[in-house]
């Protein structure tokens, strides 16, 4: 026994070893004297060895996988990269599982897997025309907004929904960094159409890659017959500016209808309700992971979805348009959380 132990480290060790705590952990628990260093590992062990009290060793577990460079790469790979866990495998040329690194990533704390939204990159001269929107349309009445058509595409894919995607953040980043919308995959279907206080257009499929002339047979179909009977003629038409929107023979047909067009700020998809109807209809087509074998499957539940779902969230998501225009102010001119 260790015989320069006093009444008091003794006392000491016996209340902590009453704690079930390892030999290991008692010493370290254990405050050092002025003249000397703390007991020692192998004199707390003497010490509850001569006592008959039970020895707790902790096992020292299998060896590290990873060194604390590789799990530093390991982060920064998916910190800054957006890489998956297998990925970070298969690019780091690491000889460990996909598990091993998604327990590395939790072990840091400061990293969680959420969902993250891809959105639209945006320019200085972007931000300044969505704040000189903002500005020019916030003191707007709701009448005003009840009398607009918003429209937008939308890419459906027999794979599976686009938009969004899980990935690992940092949680000490004041903001995720966003990627622009890339479409791949199986088959899919171009979509148009428009929705306002007065119900929702019909929709429309397109064929192929969208022109200027496609998209003036698509309004010539759908939104003029829906503008005449819902709105009398008397309304405001939305739209993006993609360049079947912005060419010179649409607006040039427009005008020539006397269709008022909305001067939309460009990559603002946070400031177009039917954006939302498209998150919705997604979890409604897509429910528990749903694919669809051919086109024309994808396109009945697209429709269905369409005729059923989407009508109970138009009142609410146009009567949300002050609240967007005060969150682009609040922003900046940045992105929103719409």
């Excluded at 009840?146 to 000490?172: A, N």
């Excluded at 396109?299 to 009567?319: R, S």
Aim: glycine residues 6%; positive net charge; hydrophobic residues 40%.
């Amino acid at each position: 026994m260790a015989p320069w132990l006093s009444e008091h480290k003794k006392g000491q060790i016996d209340a902590l070893a009453g704690q079930d705590l390892s030999v290991r952990a008692i010493a370290k628990a254990l405050k050092p004297r002025p003249d000397r260093s703390r007991p020692s590992y192998a004199t707390v062990s003497r010490y509850l060895a001569s006592r008959g009290r039970r020895i707790v060793r902790k096992k020292p577990g299998p060896k590290r996988l990873l060194s604390r460079k590789s799990e530093r790469r390991i982060i920064r790979a998916v910190s800054v990269d957006a890489l998956t866990s297998g990925q970070v495998v298969h690019e780091l040329h690491l000889q460990c599982s996909a598990r091993t690194v998604r327990r590395t990533l939790q072990a840091a704390g400061f990293l969680r897997y959420k969902r993250v939204s891809r959105k639209p990159l945006l320019s200085s001269d972007n931000i300044r025309k969505r704040l000189a929107f903002a500005t020019a349309f916030i003191a707007k009445p709701m009448a005003f907004w009840h009398q607009v058509v918003f429209s937008d595409e939308k890419i459906w894919s027999c794979d599976g929904p686009f938009g969004s995607s899980q990935r690992w953040v940092d949680c000490r980043a004041k903001s995720s960094s966003y990627a622009r919308r890339q479409h791949s995959g199986g088959g899919k279907v171009h979509m148009w159409a428009g929705m306002s206080l007065r119900g929702l257009t019909m929709a429309v499929f397109v064929e192929g890659g969208l022109n200027a002339v496609k998209y003036q047979q698509v309004l010539l179909e759908a939104l003029l017959p829906f503008g005449l009977e819902m709105h009398d003629f008397n309304f405001t038409f939305q739209q993006d500016n993609a360049p079947a929107h912005t060419a010179n023979s649409t607006e040039a047909w427009l005008d020539a209808l006397g269709v008022t067009v909305l001067p939309w700020p460009a990559r603002s998809p946070d400031l177009n309700p039917i954006e939302n109807i498209w998150g919705v209809l997604s979890r409604v087509v897509y429910r528990k992971g749903r694919q669809f074998a051919r086109v024309a499957e994808l396109k009945a539940a697209v429709l269905a979805a369409w005729a059923t779902d989407a009508q109970k969230y138009v009142v609410p998501l146009l009567e949300s348009m002050p609240r967007r225009l005060q969150a682009v102010l609040d922003a900046r001119g940045h992105h929103t959380k719409y």
